[in-house]
């Protein structure tokens, strides 16, 4: 499997990129909801520290996903109608978005709480803003909407792949595949 895209194909290092994101994604999103269920406790620092290490993650693999793109070839869309291809468009674009609101929504609201980001407790990030209750509860509360419109975007783009797959059988679902 070659390394890079072709017209026709998405390439090894686009797949892993694809394959990791979403993997993190899905450890990421049960594990924002487990440590916000937790009353304060060393275990529950301890699962933000995973979470926002994870989250940071994400956004680093998205930051590495579109400089690759916008390097390399994107496969060509397979047919499909002008609706499905806007959709698909859309859900795409909301996917990108949402990979970055989300972790600076959750980097914003520890800065102006005070709370220091440490990946893996080992490298510091730096405060984006100073303490400020007003604004940790915005980035709270946007931070928490987008992991709702996340998952139903997820839903949308995991069944449609899976029509694709099962309903249409077409390549899209084995062109992401390894």
């Not at 998205?62 to 397979?78: H, S, V, Y």
Request: charged fraction near 15%.
């Amino acid at each position: 499997m070659p390394l890079e895209n072709t017209a026709q194909q998405w390439g090894w290092l686009s797949k892993t990129l694809h394959w990791l994101t979403a993997l993190l994604i899905f450890v990421q999103i049960p594990l924002g909801f487990y440590a916000e269920s937790l009353k304060l406790s060393p275990l529950k620092m301890d699962v933000f520290v995973w979470h926002k290490s994870f989250g940071m993650l994400v956004f680093l693999l998205l930051i590495l996903r579109l400089l690759w793109r916008i390097k390399g070839t994107i496969p060509e869309a397979l047919e499909s109608s002008n609706v499905q291809a806007g959709l698909a468009r859309a859900a795409h674009g909301l996917l990108y978005a949402l990979m970055i609101l989300l972790p600076i929504s959750g980097w914003i609201t520890s800065s102006a709480a005070n709370i220091p980001v440490k990946l893996f407790w080992l490298i510091p990030l730096p405060a984006l803003v100073g303490p400020d209750d007003a604004l940790k509860s915005l980035a709270a509360e946007i931070h928490e909407i987008s992991v709702f419109v996340l998952l139903v975007i997820l839903i949308l783009h995991i069944g449609a792949a899976l029509r694709h797959h099962l309903m249409l059988r077409d390549d899209v679902l084995r062109r992401m595949w390894f």
